[in-house]
Structure formats: C-alpha cells, structure tokens
T-cell receptor, first 108, second 115 residues
Framework: KNEVEQSPQNLTAQEGEFITINCSYS?????LHWLQQHPGGGIVSLFM???GKKKHGRLIATINIQEKHSSLHITASHPRDSAVYIC??????????FGTGTRLTIIP | GAGVSQSPSNKVTEKGKDVELRCDPI?????LYWYRQRLGQGLEFLIY????????KSGLPSDRFSAERTGESVSTLTIQRTQQEDSAVYLC?????????????FGEGSWLTVV
C-alpha cells in the first residue's frame, strides 16, 4: 500500500526560527512533491524531487531514498510562511498519495 | 491562460440537485486532475485525464460523480443528486506531462456546500 506520513501535524514557532517538516513514505516512490496550502485553500507546488536536494529562496527540500524520508526546511521563518505544508508521493501512477499536512504558524 | 482556472469559486446547492464544476487547465497541459478536500481533511484523488481520456477513475466516490474533458482542455466534474457529504472544495490541477514527475499546478478550487 502506498503511504505517506508527515510530522508534526501542527508546528508553532517564533519568527526567524529554522523550521523542519518531515515526510516518510513507503517503498516504490518515483517522485515526492511538497505543496503549500494557504488559508482559503489555494495550493502552490513548492518542489518536486526524486533525489538529492533542491533550494528555492528560504525553502530547502531534501530526500533520502535509502531512508524513505524527505524534509522541508524553512530558514529565517516569517509570518507569511504560515500555511499547511503537504507532502505527496508519486508511486509510478498518476494517483498522488497525500500526507495529512503540517499546519505551520509563525508568530511575529 | 496563465494559471488553472476553476468555476464557480463558490456554489451552494440544495440536496438532490445536480452541480457542474468547470476547470480550465494551463494551455498545453496534457494531464488534468480532480481532487476533493473535505473541511479539515486531506486531499483525495478523484480522477485523472491524459488528453481527453481518463485512465484512472478509481477515486470517484460513487456513480453520482462523473467527469469529462474535451479538446484536451476544459474539464467538467458533474455531481448528480448531491448529498450533504459532497460538501467540500473540489480542486483541479494540471501538468505538462506525467504528473508525478512534473510540477503540478492547482486552481483555487470550487467550494461546494450542499444544504
């Protein structure tokens, strides 16, 4: 069964803190997506990665294929980073399997 | 268009009525997806189109749900005889190729409330 699990479910941090959100998945993943969902529902794709590490601005995503684990990091967090972060696994078909999301709140 | 466009953005309907939700994907994107998200819950896959064909309809929750795509462009998700449990945001997404290997672009969603 294709499974994707995220932790933590909720995360509150002070502005400026370094944030890490974790995602673990079952075998067979071909690609892993990190998505950001803002209050009001809009979803933005942050990263798609199948190996290594990607960086965009203050966001960094890593994936360790051997450990079946991915992390999303946010450096110098800001209140506008407050959102739900979702990891989703592509297991070789078109049915992405979604994690339950991590609700991030950054306090000024 | 510049992004994935969905309409209506909000729809309130009476139980038992039919509703149609529309998605305009990014021009040239061959793959189109419909997802559902109930309040406070995660995303559920409904259906996927490659061109005008739907190779995978396994996520459609019941035979009251159907979807079509024409011209490798616009897609319509139809819910017949709506029930209160159909209340959710319905999200459309598109990508230029095989979605799990390409960036997926989401629309803003159609918020459906069945009363």
């Amino acid at each position: 069964k294709n499974e994707v699990e995220q932790s933590p479910q909720n995360l509150t941090a002070q502005e400026g803190e370094f944030i890490t959100i974790n995602c673990s998945y079952s075998v067979g993943i071909s690609a892993l997506h990190w998505l950001q969902q803002h209050p009001g529902g809009g979803i933005v794709s942050l990263f798609m990665l199948s190996s290594g590490k990607k960086k965009h601005g203050r966001l960094i995503a890593t994936i360790n294929i051997q450990e079946k684990h991915s992390s999303l990091h946010i450096t110098a967090s800001h209140p506008r980073d407050s959102a739900v972060y979702i990891c989703a696994g592509g297991f070789g078909n078109e049915k992405l399997t979604f994690g339950t999301g991590t609700r991030l709140t950054i306090i000024p | 268009g510049a992004g994935v466009s969905q309409s209506p953005s909000n729809k309130v309907t009476e139980k038992g009525k039919d509703v149609e939700l529309r998605c305009d994907p990014i021009s040239g994107h061959t793959a189109l997806y419909w997802y559902r998200q109930r309040l406070g819950q995660g995303l559920e896959f409904l259906i996927y189109f490659q061109g005008n064909s739907a190779p995978d309809k396994s996520g459609l929750p019941s035979d009251r749900f159907s979807a079509e795509r024409t011209g490798e462009s616009v897609s319509t998700l139809t819910i017949q005889r709506t029930q209160q449990e159909d209340s959710a945001v319905y999200l459309c997404a598109s990508s230029s190729g095989t979605g799990f290997l390409n960036t997926i672009y989401f629309g803003e969603g159609s918020w459906l409330t069945v009363v």
